[in-house]
């Protein structure tokens, strides 16, 4: 009887606008692309990725946010704009994607901005290092791989710091190659340094022998090398070691794409004594990589070879999913992810980063690093450390 009469109550109260009754919300799936080369010079990255993101998920669920997340991939097939772009578009207007992680290389990243832009759907950058591409090129635009000057700037200032007084310049004559060679020159000079020479190396040349002697000429102490990681990192690798350079005064400096760890057993003994400066190595001490290398080699073994293309896949999904986080309870918005990210700090196992609260683009520590073969293998160690450095 009571029942009843409480039935009877709650009708006549809601009839009368007394109580409302909250729809419950079905839960929200969002479409996240990955535009990544999963074919191509860099079809490895691809294979990192889906690795990582497995193992991710397995850490840390699949529902941030309370949300679901479809991955859709898309092959960019390395740096080719046109595929890009047109890999972008589908994601965009047919599939509906709601965030995008890629794309990799930095014309890739030039190449769907507009589209990224007009949509309104945020991309976190895996693998373009150009400067000032984030916060200019989109609104949309997160970065968690790394900048030409994160890298260049630091080694520079090293150099100046080591009685390195003079300096030949080596780069791959494109976008980042002549951005690297730019911010080395004016760093370096700013320090007091000479730049005796700068040579500039076409893009498509598998022939470096010819450019050792102008090396051999330069009369400086140190050469500063740009590649990109492939083939034409370890194609300079080995001209150097054939001419003999490796058996003099001679230091070499390079960004840490010249002895990625994805080509640094293929680089043998010619990588030895390298000096670098990268964002990741495996050998990193921190507790939070030592854990991670142990999981990824657990599950993964060593094939690809862990290194930055993991980390900066990682890193990305950390933003992914708390973006998604900062959202919970409501409808997907892609202003609201953007603005809850930026100026955010992560645990990374590279050390700690962060977004710019501005900008959007990565924060991160820099490490001076020496090739060296531990255990039998080619490792990348760290010996120096510049904390915190801005990607601008």
Same mark, same amino acid.
């Not at 005796?196 to 102490?221: C, H, L």
């Given at each position: ?158 150099? +100046? ?10 780069? +791959? ?17 700013? +320090? ?116 930055? +293309? ?83």
């Amino acid at each position: 009887m009571k029942v009843t009469m409480l039935i009877k109550a709650a009708v006549i109260a809601i009839s009368c606008g007394l109580l409302t009754v909250t729809p419950v919300l079905a839960q929200e799936t969002v479409k996240v692309g990955m535009l990544i080369s999963y074919s191509g010079i860099s079809a490895s990255a691809g294979i990192a990725s889906d690795n990582v993101l497995k193992m991710f998920q397995k850490k840390y669920g699949s529902e941030p946010g309370g949300k679901k997340i479809e991955f859709i991939r898309r092959d960019t097939t390395g740096p080719n704009p046109e595929v890009a772009r047109r890999m972008a578009q589908e994601l965009i207007v047919r599939e509906k994607v709601q965030v995008i992680l890629g794309p990799d290389f930095t014309p890739n990243v030039l190449a769907i901005a507009p589209l990224v832009t007009e949509g309104k759907v945020p991309a976190i950058i895996t693998g373009a290092a150009t400067r000032g591409i984030v916060g200019e090129k989109s609104p949309y635009y997160l970065r968690t791989f790394f900048s030409i000057p994160q890298s260049v700037r630091p080694m520079a200032q090293w150099a +100046a710091k080591n009685d390195i007084k003079k300096v030949v310049i080596v780069i +791959a004559d494109y976008g980042p190659g002549q951005d690297a060679e730019q911010t080395f020159t004016k760093t370096f000079t700013e +320090a007091g340094g000479v730049i005796t020479s700068v040579i500039k190396v076409p893009v498509r040349n598998s022939e470096f022998s010819g450019y050792m002697q102008k090396i051999k000429d330069s009369g400086a102490d140190a050469a500063f090398v740009f590649m990109p990681i492939g083939e034409l990192s370890l194609g300079f690798l080995k001209a150097y070691a054939d001419a003999g350079l490796k058996n003099t005064k001679l230091k070499l400096l390079s960004t840490g794409d010249v002895t990625d760890e994805s080509t640094l057993d293929a680089s043998g003994d010619a990588a030895l004594g390298v000096i670098s400066v990268g964002h990741y190595s495996p050998t990193h001490p921190a507790a939070t990589n030592q854990a991670f290398v142990k999981s990824y080699l657990a599950e993964f073994d060593k094939t690809p070879r862990l290194g930055f +293309a993991q980390v900066t896949m990682w890193d990305a999904l950390q933003v992914l999913y708390a973006g998604l986080e900062a959202q919970r309870g409501q409808k997907f918005d892609p202003d609201k992810f953007i603005a809850s990210v930026k100026g955010k700090q992560f645990d990374s196992p590279r050390g700690p980063i962060s977004l710019d609260k501005t900008t959007g683009d990565i924060i991160q520590n820099a490490y001076i690093r020496r090739v060296e073969r531990i255990g039998g293998v080619l490792q990348n160690i760290e010996f120096e450390t510049i904390k915190d450095v801005a990607a601008q």
